[in-house]
């Protein structure tokens, strides 16, 4: 039904930093969104999903944490199952990311998927593709195994860059410790090949790209720059939009956010590592999750935005930033407790938007149709 979607003053504390690296305060209040916005239910009765696609095929692809896999038929609503995996899920774990090979459509038709599994009592995360027949998935193939895993903080999510080289992002699986340390992939974003063999001219040799991360949830390319974009939970502080660097250090645990001494010690280790600051922090934490690009005029004044679903904050945020992707300027929260937790956005290819509610995740209070995928246009 039609709805106007309305941005509300942030209760969180909102603080960015210009390109100098200078904090220059809160992002400000933008008031009433100008867009008129529309929503419509597309799919109900789903468990926990965690990513939305957009596949070669026109559909929208979608997995649900207990391990399903599905297509969803973006005009009709039409859900249907292709796969499963054999996931292991409490709490946070079990299936989260899903990227396409940059050949599906012509040569190469693999899926890749990142989840949770339970070998001998310990939780560990791994990568793992799958063919795709036309029909249904088969074949998994084990690419990376035996990541440190955790009942929390396993990240996700998987994205394939123009380079054709595939990033996942991992969480620190509740070990402060790994993030900073460099023989595991733990709390990291890694860049890959194709068959999951660490990336030629990656910084430490392996398939580390950056490290001190604590809980990546979200993970995409910028359209025009092509940089890669990073959304991830803070503690109850610091949720932070970084923009990747390779070989960069982006500081957790001994950094929260900024470095500016909020936190005992950080002062310090700032002054001795050279740590890549975020773009933008968000405190108290919203629970920053998926996120993509609007690189459409179908809305107007949202193309180049960052959009970003939250967990705890209930909300979509939309996050503007400067031409060239290094400036976050401006921000807008939209659908405020409107449709509980929400863990995924998809733009399309016409500029509506889909959003994955999260609120059969343990931590929401479902509503009868729970959880659900939304679609969103604009006029």
């Given at each position: 039904m039609p709805i106007l979607a309305f941005a509300f003053l942030l209760f969180a504390t909102s603080i960015i930093r210009c390109s100098s690296g200078d904090p220059v305060g809160p992002l400000p209040d933008p008031g009433d969104s100008p867009a008129t916005l529309t929503t419509e239910t597309l799919v109900t009765g789903l468990d926990t999903p965690w990513d939305l696609a957009w596949g070669p095929d026109d559909m929208i692809w979608v997995t649900e944490r207990r391990g399903v896999v599905s297509r969803v038929n973006p005009t009709t609503g039409q859900i249907t199952e292709v796969g499963a995996l054999p996931v292991f899920e409490q709490s946070e774990s079990g299936l989260m990311g899903m990227a396409f090979h940059p050949d599906f459509a012509t040569s190469s038709p693999f899926v890749y998927f990142a989840y949770s599994y339970q070998p001998t009592g310990t939780i560990r995360n791994r990568l793992v593709r799958m063919l795709w027949n036309g029909a249904s998935l088969s074949g998994e193939e084990i690419l990376v195994d035996d990541i440190p895993g955790a009942s929390n903080h396993d990240g996700s999510r998987l994205a394939v860059g123009s380079d054709r080289l595939l990033y996942m992002s991992m969480g620190d699986a509740t070990d402060q410790s790994l993030a900073q340390d460099t023989n595991t992939l733990a709390g990291k974003v890694l860049r890959m090949n194709l068959d999951g063999s660490a990336a030629s001219g990656n910084p430490f040799g392996s398939r580390i790209y950056s490290y001190g991360h604590r809980n990546p949830q979200?993970?995409?390319?910028?359209?025009?720059?092509?940089?890669?974009?990073?959304?991830?939970?803070?503690?109850?502080?610091?949720?932070?939009?970084?923009?990747?660097?390779?070989?960069?250090?982006?500081?957790?645990?001994?950094?929260?956010?900024?470095?500016?001494?909020?936190?005992?010690?950080?002062?310090?280790?700032?002054?001795?590592?050279?740590?890549?600051?975020?773009?933008?922090?968000?405190?108290?934490?919203?629970?920053?999750?998926?996120?993509?690009?609007?690189?459409?005029?179908?809305?107007?004044?949202?193309?180049?935005?960052?959009?970003?679903?939250?967990?705890?904050?209930?909300?979509?945020y939309r996050l503007v930033l400067s031409a060239d992707g290094r400036t976050a300027i401006d921000q807008e929260r939209l659908f405020l407790d409107r449709f509980g937790r929400l863990r995924d956005v998809l733009v399309g290819p016409n500029g509506e938007f889909y959003l994955a509610t999260s609120n059969r995740d343990g931590r929401g209070s479902p509503s009868a149709d729970d959880d659900r995928i939304v679609k969103v246009t604009g006029e």
């Open positions: 979200g993970l995409v390319f910028h359209p025009v720059t092509g940089d890669l974009f990073v959304t991830e939970h803070g503690p109850s502080t610091d949720d932070e939009v970084n923009r990747i660097e390779a070989g960069g250090n982006f500081g957790w645990p001994n950094v929260h956010g900024f470095c500016d001494g909020n936190i005992s010690g950080e002062s310090a280790f700032c002054s001795t590592t050279d740590t890549v600051e975020p773009l933008a922090v968000w405190t108290p934490t919203v629970a920053p999750a998926g996120a993509d690009f609007y690189d459409s005029d179908a809305i107007p004044g949202w193309r180049g935005s960052l959009l970003f679903t939250t967990l705890r904050g209930r909300a979509l």
